[in-house]
T-cell receptor, first 114, second 115 residues
Framework: DSGVTQTPKHLITATGQRVTLRCSPR?????VYWYQQSLDQGLQFLIQ???????AKGNILERFSAQQFPDLHSELNLSSLELGDSALYFC?????????????FGPGTRLTVL | GDSVTQMEGPVTLSEEAFLTINCTYT??????LFWYVQYPGEGLQLLLK?????DKGSNKGFEATYRKETTSFHLEKGSVQVSDSAVYFC??????????????FGTGTRLTIIP
């Protein structure tokens, strides 16, 4: 158990819909990262938050957005869903947001868009 | 940009065989290097890491040495067990990407150990 929790574990929805994925980082970790794992793209970095502020963006679609709240939990919002958005979405956290620190991953949310 | 090239899988070995999974990287700075493991139905777990050249990371019998001259970080284990069956990801984090501590992953190598 990494100490990072993600809900829900599975999500099945239809094209055009909007969903919210939730992540609670390990106690004391200030940085939260979101990654997408799909068969064709592999593991891709989406976005990073540090202590409530957006710190870095990767290949995140404009239809996707995220935020980190004062209690440090984070939400990833996916809207106007397409079939290609079906993937495993991971949240990870780390202590200082330093590249030398390991990131602890949650169990993931499996999103299926029908 | 940064990239990680990882040995294609799947890899199937017999129990107690020697394991090598190759990983090479491209980065503009001096990255930290990681091996993560993903067991079926689970998230990624850090297996080992190295943060500077010639460092050797080790954990659970696995080892990898940060080779700057060959830009490599190959994963090795002397005697694999059935419980090592999983997908292994090589990854880097580049501190020259100031303020962006993202991990860049290889494609993953699926390892299956046969009793």
């Amino acid at each position: 158990d990494s100490g990072v929790t993600q809900t829900p574990k599975h999500l099945i929805t239809a094209t055009g819909q909007r969903v919210t994925l939730r992540c609670s980082p390990r106690s004391g970790d200030l940085s939260v990262y979101w990654y997408q794992q799909s068969l064709d793209q592999g593991l891709q970095f989406l976005i990073q938050y540090y202590n409530g502020e957006e710190r870095a963006k990767g290949n995140i679609l404009e239809r996707f957005s995220a935020q980190q709240f004062p209690d440090l939990h984070s939400e990833l919002n996916l809207s106007s869903l397409e079939l290609g958005d079906s993937a495993l979405y991971f949240c990870a956290s780390s202590v200082f947001g330093s590249s030398h620190n390991e990131q602890f991953f949650g169990p993931g949310t499996r999103l299926t868009v029908l | 940009g940064d990239s990680v090239t990882q040995m294609e899988g799947p890899v199937t070995l017999s129990e107690e065989a020697f394991l090598t999974i190759n990983c090479t990287y491209t980065a503009t700075g001096y990255p930290s290097l990681f091996w993560y493991v993903q067991y079926p139905g689970e998230g990624l777990q850090l297996l080992l890491k190295a943060t500077k050249a010639d460092d050797k990371g080790s954990n659970k019998g696995f080892e990898a040495t940060y080779r700057k001259e060959t830009t490599s970080f190959h994963l090795e284990k002397g005697s694999v067990q059935v419980s090592d069956s999983a997908v292994y990801f090589c990854a880097l984090s580049d501190p020259s990407n100031f303020g962006n501590e993202k991990l860049t992953f290889g494609t993953g190598t699926r390892l299956t150990i046969i009793p």
